[in-house]
């Protein structure tokens, strides 16, 4: 479908070409295309699937219209997987509220975000974090014991569709919060990993609360990207083997920052950072 006909299948629909983002799933792949649709509040794909779509949209508040012989349809998701759909065109794909990032560049101030004291990653590890997950449009991004989501909200607000997992039912309403209040959606499943069930297959993990037992199962979910965070030195090791018995090539750093207060510095307690690699 050429750009006049997305416009006109667009504008048809009700939304603004100049708030949506276009993408073309036969030159990107569909797994990007997919990623796209569940980070943006509207996007219209060219080349894909509307059933191989609404699959993979499972567990995010979409909505799909589907170009096709018979016209223009509405749909959910899960609908869109069992329609026959002839000769399907374009799709599009709205979040049931719209959203935008707030500007503030990346690696924010711990403050702005709502935590308990002392259960958020500092700014000084998710700037290291972010560095290594390489958050963008087209990728998804898990972020394991999530705590309130600090590390989720930034690659989202960086592109990256994510998926934050959080055992707290409190922390899930910080991490529902703080997405809101950046303008992101984060999808969030309030879970142990090994009891969240079947989830979308990542590109990158963080890793920021769990022993070894959940960097074992992280490293089995095909991410080509892993980062690990924790405070505690006799995680360190069996982290970094669990990564490298994955495959993965497995680097390091442990921060110990001096934060400016006044006119002193005010030493952090230590956080080692590990971060793991693998080719495709």
Not at 147 to 169: K, S, T, Y
Not at 264 to 271: E, G, I, M
Request: charged share 20%.
């Amino acid at each position: 479908m050429d750009v006049v006909a997305l416009h006109r299948f667009v504008t048809g629909a009700g939304r603004s070409w100049a708030d949506v983002t276009a993408v073309d799933a036969a030159a990107v792949g569909e797994r990007h295309a997919l990623n796209v649709c569940r980070a943006r509040p509207a996007v219209v794909v060219s080349g894909a699937d509307p059933a191989a779509l609404g699959r993979g949209l499972a567990g995010w508040r979409r909505t799909l219209v589907v170009d096709s012989a018979a016209g223009a349809s509405t749909v959910d998701p899960a609908d869109a997987v069992v329609r026959r759909w002839e000769s399907p065109g374009a799709v599009l794909c709205l979040a049931e509220q719209d959203f935008a990032p707030a500007p503030g560049g990346w690696a924010l101030p711990d403050d702005e975000f709502a935590h308990r004291a002392g259960m958020v990653a500092a700014v000084e590890v998710r700037a290291l974090a972010l560095a290594r997950l390489a958050p963008r449009p087209g990728v998804l991004v898990w972020d394991v014991g999530a705590g309130p989501g600090a590390v989720g909200v930034e690659c989202a607000r960086l592109g990256a569709a994510v998926v934050a997992v959080e055992r707290d039912p409190v922390q899930c309403v910080r991490i529902i919060a703080n997405a809101s209040a950046h303008g992101v959606d984060v999808r969030v499943v309030e879970a142990e990993l090994g009891e969240a069930g079947e989830l979308p297959t990542p590109d990158a993990v963080f890793v920021g609360g769990g022993g070894p037992e959940v960097v074992r199962r992280v490293a089995r979910s095909g991410a080509r990207r892993v980062v690990v965070a924790t405070p505690r030195l006799d995680r360190v090791v069996p982290a970094r083997d669990a990564l490298a018995g994955a495959g993965y090539e497995v680097e390091g750093s442990q921060l110990s920052a001096a934060r400016l207060a006044g006119g002193s510095l005010l030493a952090a307690n230590p956080v080692t950072v590990l971060w793991g690699r693998k080719e495709p």
